[in-house]
């Protein structure tokens, strides 16, 4: 299946809105699941350098060892 493909079926699948989603609304929840899955592919394929910028990443101290 080629890239495009899948990434497309992500973002539909993604931009079924959360129940939290819903109740603040979106104009645009395709763009929104776009970016939401961006920049947790960003985060994935460097843990480390996105880590940092994070609030909602643990230290290095608190996270555990691989």
Known sequence: MPDDTRD???IASRATLLPEEEAGGSDDPARQAEEI???SD????QPEETGEESTQTSTPDERPST
């Open 8 to 10: 497309d079926e992500r």
């Open 37 to 39: 899955l961006r920049e």
């Open 42 to 45: 960003e985060r994935t394929a």
